[in-house]
């Protein structure tokens, strides 16, 4: 009896945790420039690929040379069609050098989560 | 709370075998850009609404014998964010032996300190473990109260160069499980019928340990994308080393440390993960064989973040 209880709860909590997927702590799966990554021509954008849909109100990306000096993007966003896709224009060429892209994010579930990475943009 | 069952099991009745405890289940923890994993055998310093169900170990044939299975759950709720209680309860096979459930245990937890820039974490507890609450001869009749320290420390703040280093990160867990009776008085009959008063002392026992990790998923976030199939990508490199040092109320010829080293591996996905680790004895008094323990644990806070998985009062900041 106690053998079957366990395994039932076992299905039941495995069953809501596929079905509930999209309700978790937002982890960083893919980036453009990618993690640690370098790109030959200057970014666009910062593109940020979430395991989870994210609330855009409280969710950032900072950009920072690698003194520190902050660099001005634009304002990001979620992408309409991918909630859990964070994009930051940048609207004038970088110049080369190692940048930092810093970023915290809010899950719609509410989970707090952050992280830092660099790329470098090649002369 | 993974070490609280040794001092019961040094200084049992020595119905109970073997000398690996049940081993309970422990909550993830998030610093920063740090997730620390669940781990089996040291606690990690967070305190969530987590589920672990089931944590299984089988221990091989031992010196004297016998085989060893143990399975066990742990539940920890959260009271207000930051505060949890857990309960853990597991039972235990032996063959040849018989089977029965050890005493519940419990833990007040608090998660006092968290350096987010520098992924350091911090908390203390104070388990208990019950006494009579489990089955007699796999149980001590005697309650332990263990206050435990809980640290963690992720290395994502070192520099740039040092970027291979960066994935590393340490936890630690110190406690002394101090037992309510210093003696155990029993009644044994030897081969004749005839009986003795046997009494065994409960030593105090200070148990240590540590955990080095190597995550994947903080690099693949933090650091350099990792290639490969997608389950890389979730996968934590684990190795646990838990000791067990009598340090009071030590029968003559007690005062030896045991414990073992558990390397193994933990897949995280977004609301549960699944550990494997070996049992390693790291000496003739820890075992003989070995081992190897697994467990499946549940994200309840992931999982239902708006009912059973967020604090009693105040929800989450």
Redesign the interface.
Known sequence: MLRNLTINIVASLALAAAATAALAHAQLQQAVPAVGGTVTASPREIRLKFSEGLEPRFSGIALSTQAGEPVKIGKPAVDPADNSTFIAPISQPLKPGAYTVTWHAVSVDTHKTQGSFTFTLAP | MSLKMTSALVGAIGAVTAIFPLTPAFAHA?C??R?FPATLAIDDPGVSDE?A??TLTYIPVNSDGVREFD?S?SYTKTIVENLGLSVTYGKTWLNAGGSGWGNLDTELKYMFFCD?PHEFMASVGLDATWANTGTAGFSDPFNTFTPVIDIGKGFGDLP?SL?ILRPFALTAEFSLSVPSAGHTSSIVTDASGNPSLSVALNPTVFNWGFTAQYSL?YM??????VGGPDFL?HMVAITEFAFQTPVGNVPPGGQITTGTIQPGVIYM????QIALEALIPINAASGHNVGAVAE?H??L??????SIGKPLFGG?S
């Open positions: 998030v920063g850009s997730i589920l169900l089931p399975a759950f987010e740039t970027n998923p693949n976030a933090n650091i350099s994308e990508r996905a977004d609301t549960w499946l549940f994200f806070d992931d999982i239902f973040p708006d989450r």
